[in-house]
């Protein structure tokens, strides 16, 4: 019992990886253990790995899914974010692969895997983030190994053709100074602190206020940036840790209506993830 439930952990960051959304991800869980308590003790006993059968199921669960989130993503009002999470999530990371596991929950990593079809994602998540040798990816995908092989190929393609930069150790400081220069509505330091190419992209879901259009240009990023706080009266920005890289979080009478992760490319932002959808930011009003 002991051993199955020790298991919790790598499943939700392993589910939440291949779908973007903690809940949806604990709902994943919930539906593996299900199958697993309905087996007979017999059928129990005959499983030589419970946790491989439960990453599995897992797995299986969450490829069903990822087809049918195709088909809602494509009728929601405005850009889709994966679901930010705050940085004292337990199942973040695993001690026994730190650095791998941390690169992959980073909100920039997250949004490269949204343009993976489900097959690429999960072979990728498996096999390049837990390590699972493409025979067992095999099983989950129902293809060859070699197939699933040509699968990860395929997903390192997307993510090599993305160009995320390796995190800046002084991202932090980039982070803290545009939140200064954001407070400030100092345009012309916002520009400075932005990349040419930057990109902003909001997600309100529908929910709430948000641009529906990802902004492009640093100065149009730093103008939208200093309207915004002039819409929004009483706004108080929060330093604070976004899927384990620096972030904001934007409070109002004591609630996060919103939630910004940073992609940072030495010293300047690149892309900024803001999220306003408040059905995706449950975990931060306990945070």
């Known amino acids: 019992m002991t051993v199955i439930v020790n298991e919790r952990r790598q499943l939700i960051g392993l589910a939440y990886r291949l779908l973007g959304s903690s809940s949806d991800a604990e709902d994943v869980v919930q539906e593996a253990y299900g199958r697993w308590y309905a087996l007979t003790g017999a059928q129990r006993a005959a499983i030589e790995s419970p946790g491989a059968w439960l990453t599995t199921v897992a797995s299986r669960i969450c490829l069903d899914q990822l087809g049918s989130a195709r088909v809602r993503r494509e009728r929601y009002v405005g850009e889709w974010i994966p679901e930010p999470l705050p940085g004292q999530v337990g199942w973040l990371t ?113 929910l709430a206020a948000a641009v529906r259009h990802p902004i492009e240009g640093r100065e149009e990023v730093a103008r939208y940036a200093v309207d915004l706080t002039g819409r929004i009266p009483a706004l108080t920005l929060v330093e604070t840790t976004v899927n384990g890289r620096p972030g904001l979080a934007a409070r109002r009478d004591g609630a996060v209506v919103a939630v910004m992760a940073f992609e940072v490319a030495g010293e300047a932002v690149r892309r900024i993830w803001a999220v306003r959808n408040p059905e995706k930011l449950r975990l931060w009003q306990a945070a």
Request: glycine letters at 8%; charged letters at 25%; aromatic letters at 6%.
């Open 94 to 206: 695993d001690p026994a692969d730190h650095v791998t596991l941390d690169e992959s929950i980073t909100m920039a990593f997250l949004v490269v895997l949204e343009s993976m079809t489900p097959a690429e994602r999960v072979a990728f998540v498996l096999h390049d983030v837990f390590g699972y040798p493409f025979a067992e990816v095999a099983v989950v995908l129902g293809r060859t190994s070699a197939a699933c092989r040509q699968l990860a190929t395929a997903a390192r393609r997307r993510i090599g053709a993305a160009k995320a930069p390796v995190p800046a150790r002084g991202s932090a400081d980039v982070v803290r100074a545009f939140k200064l220069a954001w407070e400030a509505r100092d345009i012309e330091r916002l520009v400075g602190l932005l990349d040419p190419e930057a990109t902003a992209v909001a997600d309100g879901g529908g």
